[in-house]
């Protein structure tokens, strides 16, 4: 059922809109494809090499810091939006302009990190996974990416996002029947879940570590920067109902993840997933490993696409579409040999960190609520800690 309550500035409830569900649902395919792409993959190895058995108090935790950044996005699509376009306030405009260039940078960092994933799943399945080798495959891989930019663009690609979002999707429920049937199989065997064990870590060390998970559950912003396609109301909504479902989704995932993960007896990679997937299953691996290169893939090209874009805007058109393919690419390539997965994993949630960050200075300079601004402060202090203290799991 559609709202009819108008949406109100100067309150900034971003509660409102009049939308309907027909809208709603083609606006959550970008902020779900984002979501989706590349965190579940392995957001069960990096908690369970950082808290073991509290795994699903951890990413809880993680999804309630999701949730209260997503409220940020939020509050900016309803508030700051219209002050912006105004360009009334110097302030909001300067640091809307600085999350423009944060955003970019993040971006690169993903870009990266979705191929570096892509490669660890591609490589596995040759016994070719080695840290030589899944920088090199991900350079070429970045190399493609950007020749294809280069000389045709990539807009063609990117019709690849919805179908890796459904592929994705499909792959995420064979795994949670999979795992829950698994589950119970051991249950009814054992009379009791085989739990991983806690590893020796000290608060400090767990604290910084589900710190760099951040980037496993962003994906969020994207609906602020699809103002041309939906209504504010629609992308406030699809911004929302996006995170109940995703982050929903994470937490059964890793809940159902837990009595199998001693399987991997203490070693936990990029691609553990694969051999959690052989234990519950031996028809999983395969299907995996194609869905893992084909949503990593569309997310690697749809972020090389909103990077450029975003390069184009905030050069005001200096750099063109093609010259930021080239910067983007670049970049990314040279990023591919600088550390493993987890290290990635780490540096792209702490880049994302800052742009949310931003994010919150625009909020806090658009509102008037007292009890807002202390919110926006809050959530300001747990994204600086993720920032300057977030390290790569292992």
Known sequence: MSSNRPLNPDSCDTGTGDTSARNIVPAMSTPLASIFGSGFLVVVPILASAVGIY???????????????????????????????????????VVERLSDFALVAAYVVSVCLYVHILSAFVLADFGLDTAF?????????????????????L????????????????????????????????????????????????????????????????????????????????????????????????????????PIVPALNGDYGDNSLITLAATASLLLPLPLIVAASLSQFSAAVADTLAASANIKETSQQRISTRWGYLLVGGSAMALAWSGSTFEIIALASRAFAFYYLLQC?????????LMQRIRFVFIGLILGFVLVFAVPAG
């Open 55 to 93: 795994a699903v108090p951890a990413i809880v935790v993680v999804a309630i810091v999701a949730f209260l950044v997503g409220t940020i996005v939020r509050h900016n699509i309803l508030c700051a939006e219209p002050v912006l376009a105004k360009g009334i306030k110097r302030f909001t405009v």
């Open 133 to 153: 080798n899944k920088s090199l495959l991900t350079t070429t891989v970045i190399g493609v990416i950007t020749t294809i930019g280069l000389l045709g663009g």
């Open 155 to 258: 807009a063609p690609l990117e019709k690849l996002e919805r179908w890796a979002l459904y592929v994705t999707l499909l792959i995420l429920a064979l795994l949670l029947i999979m795992f829950a049937v698994y589950d119970i199989n051991q249950f009814l065997a054992q009379g009791k879940f085989s739990l991983p064990g806690t590893p020796d870590r000290s608060l400090w060390e767990i604290a910084t570590i589900v710190a760099g998970t951040l980037i496993v559950v962003q994906g969020f912003e994207t609906t602020r920067y699809l103002g041309e396609s939906f209504d504010t109301g629609t992308r406030i909504r699809a911004s929302r109902w996006s995170q109940y479902l995703s982050l929903s989704v994470y937490v059964l995932f890793v809940t159902l993840a837990q």
């Open 361 to 369: 200075m625009v909020a806090f300079s658009v509102c008037h609520s």
